[in-house]
């Protein structure tokens, strides 16, 4: 039994929310939806831990970033979080960017903004050792110039 708990993935959620009180009030929520296929862990765990959050918004956009190069999965990303969320009763509508890998978090500050969202909700991805000491990230560079409040599961 000990064998298995030390097996399991933990996953952990970071908020970094206003400091003001009370919370702003939740006019529009932006998703990020990473172009991925099948849906990682962080990215599903993100979406469940901010349906609170999702239910607030009176405008919630799943935002599905993609690289210049088309395949033909692309048109069908993102529908899946679109329907998980109308399940919940929460009319969500995709969105669509285009960037790079080293421009993934800038067009992600750009489309939320463009949508007049005041929460950004994303996975946070592990990398290596190696990875981890280089600056840069996707999630490195959304902390650091994200003028919303954020909700990251990792």
Known sequence: MAEQDDEREVSRVYRQLPREEPPPELDAACVAA??????????????????????QASKVGILVIEGESKTEADPLKGN???LHLRHHGIN????????????????LIAECRTLN??????????????????PGSTTDR?????????????
């Open 34 to 55: 990473l172009a991925e296929e099948p849906v990682q862990r962080p990215s599903a765990r993100a979406l469940a831990e901010s349906l609170p959050y999702l239910r």
């Open 80 to 82: 899946d979080a679109v």
């Open 92 to 107: 969500a509508v995709k969105y669509r960017a285009i960037a790079e890998e080293d421009e993934i978090a800038d067009a």
């Open 117 to 134: 969202a005041n929460l950004l909700v994303m996975g946070s991805y592990g990398h290596s050792r190696l990875h981890e000491l280089l």
């Open 142 to 154: 959304v902390l650091h110039r994200s003028p919303f409040p954020l909700l990251i599961a990792h």
